[in-house]
Nanobody
């Protein structure tokens, strides 16, 4: 059964950095990619970044390109999201999940039910 545990969120000042972690179950490796998503207060979920299982190619939403970096540690079954130059618009709950594509706006997500996520608040 697919399982994801997100961690690393917190309160950070504008311009600051955070590194999120996504510990995933082994069966997530059967899918094409692992993606990070977020939901800001009052908004729909948004695909942020993804990394392919096969060749570690990556996708970034335009809103985070150049500021966020996704990476994998295969030995630890963990995907990271390094977030730099954070701004208040990045405030959201961040989730990870398996996907069938790198292009998150059109990707199907597995599982379909959102996990607990990890909250990120960017505020002075």
């Amino acid at each position: 059964q697919l399982q994801f545990v997100e961690s690393g969120g917190g309160l950070v000042q504008p311009g600051g950095s955070l590194r999120l972690s996504c510990a995933h179950s082994m069966d997530s490796l059967d899918y094409y990619a692992i993606g990070w998503f977020r939901q800001a207060p009052g908004k729909e979920h948004e695909g942020v970044s993804a990394i392919a299982i096969g060749d570690s190619s990556t996708y970034y939403a335009d809103s985070v390109k150049g500021r966020f970096t996704i990476s994998r540690d295969n030995a630890k079954n963990t995907v990271y999201l390094q977030m730099d130059s954070l701004n208040p618009e990045d405030t959201a709950i961040y989730y990870c999940a398996s996907t069938d594509s790198l292009y998150l706006p059109l990707a199907k997500r597995f599982p379909e039910v959102w996990g607990q996520g990890t909250p990120v608040t960017v505020s002075s």
